[in-house]
């Protein structure tokens, strides 16, 4: 089964860095999203991506955070300057189109520690 | 903005009995979606629900949709050790972006 694969794994970072989140989507999939799960809540929708644009944003997606599709294959979270409470389980996620009736893929994740 | 509520947060059972998560959304929903989230693992789609009123089953869960579309539930009948995990509702929008509710994790005792 096609799947959205994830790099890294888990990443720890010092505060003030910048970190990079790499996910390839399912190949024919048009629309990429971003999310993120704080350690024990809920997962929190950050970023929709379609068309090479992002298409919708939540209040936690700010002017710290980027997306970028490179190259066609790539789907980048940016995050310029990290903080402590960017700690979190990001997860990427792409969808067909994004109608009801087509499935989201998540990927596995990647766990970023901002120490 | 739109809220998904989703209750209990947690639930032990002992092997064999019933369980059962509610989701509740502040607004009309489109459609709802389950999710399953294993301890470290990835939300994985359970199902989708589309119509008012609609029950889908899939072997031991039952997943229910309000008429008003604003509430759904899950139901696991005779659970196992295989069903533990974090069970997410998630409302959709038009733009396909998820809402998710808080979870419920759900322990099954042997």
């Known amino acids: 089964e096609p799947e959205v694969t994830q790099t890294p794994s888990h990443q720890v970072t010092q505060m003030g860095q910048e970190v990079i989140l790499r ?10 999203y971003w999310y993120r799960q704080i350690l024990g809540q809920k997962v929190e929708f950050l970023v929709s991506f379609y068309n090479n644009e992002i298409s919708e944003k ?3 997606f700010d002017d710290q955070f980027s997306v970028e599709r490179p190259d ?16 979190a389980m990001y997860f990427c996620a792409s969808s067909v189109n994004p109608a009801g009736g087509n ?13 | 903005g739109q809220q998904v509520m989703q ?7 002992q092997e064999g009995e019933d369980f ?25 789609f359970l199902i989708q629900l589309v119509k008012s009123g609609e029950v889908k089953k899939q072997k031991r869960l039952t997943f229910q949709f309000g008429e008003a ?6 139901h696991i009948t005779a659970t196992q050790t295989t069903d533990v ?5 998630a409302g959709r929008s038009n733009t396909g972006k998820l809402i998710f509710g808080q979870g419920t994790t759900l322990q099954v005792k042997p």
């Open chain 1, 23 to 32: 996910c390839v989507p399912i190949s024919n999939h048009l629309y990429f």
């Open chain 1, 58 to 60: 939540s209040e936690i």
């Open chain 1, 72 to 87: 066609g294959s790539n789907f980048t979270l940016k995050i310029r300057s990290t903080k402590l409470e960017d700690s």
């Open chain 2, 20 to 44: 059962t998560t509610y989701c509740n959304s502040s607004t009309t929903l489109s459609n709802i979606q389950w999710y399953k989230q294993r301890p470290g693992g990835h939300p994985v």
């Open chain 2, 7 to 13: 209750i209990p947060q947690y639930q032990h059972v």
């Open chain 2, 85 to 89: 995990g974090t069970y997410f509702c």
């Open chain 2, 69 to 74: 579309k604003k509430n759904s539930s899950l």
């Open chain 1, 103 to 115: 499935t989201i893929y998540f990927g596995e994740g990647s766990w970023l520690t901002v120490v």
